[in-house]
């Protein structure tokens, strides 16, 4: 009786045998980078791509097939236990940028106060403009245009569609430059507090 090939390959791989990790890796990679995209959230989508977390998946799998000497049944074991290792890593990727996201959500707040600049009070203005200051100052030539919309009131969709980029697009540039902004004022906290 012959046998399957893919339990061939599952006891190289409990053995050890490199070539077959890199086969099974290219075999299972398009389907965990998939589950990584399912399940990261929106957020941390542009900190980084789905290959940098089943890389460190593999790397995993691989220190326990070596040092425990994991057995599988079949395909659909290893399949499990794989997306049960990615779904971890997830979460532990998301923990640790938890911080940062917190930080860009606030920055994108301070964002809002671009809009509309009718009917505010003087410290109000004067806040707002400091910040459009900023913003033109961080931000490419090639944006100001979206910028300058923003303060003038208009929303997401209404900037992408008058400039012709798709919404994400823009929606991605507010991000960037939330994330500037909260990195500046990260930098201002610590040189204060050295100064202090």
């Known amino acids: 009786m012959r046998e399957n090939p893919f339990d061939l390959l599952l006891q190289r791989l409990a053995s050890g045998d490199a070539e077959a990790a890199e086969q099974v890796f290219r075999e299972y990679e398009p389907y965990l980078r998939m589950v990584v995209r399912r399940y990261l959230p929106a957020g941390l989508r542009p900190k980084f791509d789905s290959v940098d977390v089943v890389q460190?998946?593999?790397?995993?799998?691989?220190?326990?097939?070596?040092?425990?000497?994991?057995?599988?049944?079949?395909?659909?074991?290893?399949?499990?236990?794989?997306?049960?290792?990615?779904?971890?890593?997830?979460?532990?990727?998301?923990?640790?940028?938890?911080?940062?996201?917190?930080?860009?959500?606030?920055?994108?707040?301070?964002?809002?106060?671009?809009?509309?600049?009718?009917?505010?009070?003087?410290?109000?203005?004067?806040?707002?403009?400091?910040?459009?200051?900023?913003?033109?100052?961080?931000s490419s030539p090639g944006h100001h245009e979206l910028l300058r919309l923003r303060r003038l009131g208009f929303t997401m969709a209404e900037i992408a569609e008058k400039t012709g980029l798709h919404e994400g697009s823009v929606r991605r540039v507010f991000r960037r430059l939330a994330r500037q902004l909260a990195l500046e004022e990260e930098t201002l906290d610590v040189n204060c507090n050295i100064t202090a």
């Not at 799998?61 to 779904?87: C, I, N, S």
């Not at 707040?109 to 403009?129: C, F, K, N, V």
Request: no cysteine; proline share 2%; hydrophobic share 45%.
């Open 56 to 138: 460190s998946v593999w790397v995993h799998v691989w220190k326990g097939l070596r040092g425990v000497a994991w057995q599988f049944a079949d395909r659909d074991q290893l399949r499990a236990l794989l997306v049960t290792v990615t779904r971890r890593r997830l979460v532990s990727r998301f923990r640790h940028y938890r911080t940062a996201l917190a930080r860009e959500d606030a920055a994108a707040g301070d964002l809002g106060e671009l809009a509309a600049p009718s009917g505010r009070g003087p410290e109000e203005l004067a806040r707002a403009d400091e910040l459009w200051e900023r913003l033109l100052a961080l």
